[in-house]
């Protein structure tokens, strides 16, 4: 028996030609991609969509792609070569930030991520929104004292780049 429930489907809000909606990806069919006012609406509409597709492969005596499965064998452990110049440079750069060098790594990474999956885009749209503002609607703020966070891309380093700091 056919269970779409098992399949990846996943729902974003996001801006599509204009208009806000949710939009349902299947990740086993990369062509599936459904459009609606609600995150319920819009994995619904995925979930027809992959019981519609799945009964039109029966009738035409095609197989279904099967789900993919979760690797839950992550350990979150990994073992990296590099070459000693780039050990060196990063342990160094590490030692200035007074962070280890696994968390240095670990920061990058998660900065490449969240640049690779959005997390830019968020922040310039924040920007322009801001920069939408007149002054007088910053008249009765009053800053707060907090630390910034430093933000790091590896690329300067791969490239012999100045040092650029690191969040952490």
């Known amino acids: ?26 990740k086993e069919l990369p062509d599936v ?20 597709t799945a009964e039109a492969l029966a009738e035409q005596g095609k197989v279904m792609p099967s789900p993919i499965l979760e690797n839950d064998d992550f350990s979150g452990r990994i073992t990296l070569r590099m070459p000693k110049s780039i050990h060196a440079a990063l342990s160094s750069w590490s030692d ?8 240095l790594l670990v920061n990058c990474l998660a900065f490449t991520l969240g640049e690779k999956f959005g997390v830019t ?27 910034v966070a430093k ?5 300067p380093i791969m490239e012999g780049a100045t040092e650029q700091r690191c969040y952490g």
């Open 1 to 26: 028996m056919f269970d779409a429930g098992l399949y990846n489907i996943t729902v974003r809000k996001g801006n599509f030609d204009g208009e806000v909606f949710f939009e349902a990806k299947v």
């Open 33 to 52: 991609a459904e459009y609606a006012d609600s995150y319920e609406e819009a994995y619904l509409l995925a979930i027809d969509s992959l019981e519609t």
């Open 96 to 103: 200035s930030e007074d962070i280890s060098l696994n968390q």
């Open 121 to 147: 885009r968020t922040i310039h749209s924040i920007k322009s929104s801001i920069g939408s503002l007149n002054q007088t609607d910053f008249m009765n703020v009053q800053p707060k004292r907090q630390q």
């Open 151 to 155: 933000i790091v891309s590896i690329k």
